[in-house]
């Protein structure tokens, strides 16, 4: 059962050009949630979709940011218009449905986004 | 909301001796879950250990084991008999059984010397 992947691994955006962040949840996993580290940091909660809804976003910032979980597809976090501020790590984690197992949260191996 | 605190930003340890990291936390609610998750240098998150607040009895995996103090809203991590391999990033975490998100503490970095 592969875990939760997510691409690219690494991301070199100049300022004002556009990122997209990709999570493929693990398998049988509806739930996603996205999280950012900013150097020497610990991770901030960004924003929680199960397929096809945003459940919580209140941790995304109000502009640039958006993030969508298709019916069919890997979750997306989109950063528009990038500054230097965005520049981190940003991991996606998934849980499967409320009731099966846990409820724990499987993160994958981050995506290190350097703006320049 | 959910608060999560680690005071110590750096900790180090000989090789096969034990060493406890401290976490503090602050939550209105009755039932949550606390963990703790590793950092090695690749960046990835690993759940180390978790802990239902509704348990009484502290959480044990091998070698690392926690001390839940629930009205002290205290959650240490020990880990016995170091090894090389656990120098990591070490992040306290809390999710509320209402809610979904994970808080993060600041993180203590753990260094092992040989």
């Known amino acids: 059962n592969a875990g939760v992947m997510q691409n690219p691994r690494h991301l070199v955006r100049r300022r004002g050009q556009e990122a997209r962040l990709r999570c493929s949840p693990m398998?049988?996993?509806?739930?996603v949630y996205w999280y950012r580290q900013l150097p020497e940091e610990g991770l901030k909660f960004m924003v929680y979709?199960?397929?096809?809804?945003?459940i919580d976003e209140s941790g995304m910032p109000k502009e640039r940011f958006s993030a969508e979980f298709p019916k069919e597809g890997p979750s997306i976090l989109r950063i528009q218009q990038v500054v230097r501020g965005d520049s981190a790590a940003y991991f996606c984690?998934?849980?499967?449905?409320w009731g099966q197992g846990k409820n724990e949260q499987y993160f994958g191996p981050g995506t290190r986004l350097t703006v320049t | 909301a959910q608060t999560v605190t680690q005071s110590q930003p750096e900790m180090s340890v000989q090789e096969a001796e034990t060493v406890t990291l401290s976490c503090t936390y602050d939550?209105?609610?009755?039932?949550?879950?606390l963990f703790w998750y590793k950092q090695p240098p690749s960046r990835q998150m690993i759940l180390v250990i978790r802990?239902?607040?509704?348990?009484?009895q502290n959480a044990t995996e091998n070698r690392f084991s926690v001390n839940f103090q629930k009205a002290a809203k205290s959650f240490s991590l020990k880990i016995s008999d170091s090894q090389l391999g656990d120098a990591a990033m070490y992040f306290c975490?809390?999710?509320?059984?209402?809610?979904?998100?994970?808080?993060f503490g600041e993180g203590t970095q753990l260094t092992v010397n040989p």
């Open positions: 398998k049988g996993h509806s739930h």
């Open positions: 984690a998934s849980s499967p449905p």
């Open positions: 979709l199960q397929k096809e809804n945003i």
């Open positions: 939550t209105s609610e009755s039932d949550y879950y």
């Open positions: 802990q239902e607040a509704y348990k009484q």
């Open positions: 975490a809390g999710r509320e059984t209402s809610g979904s998100r994970l808080t």
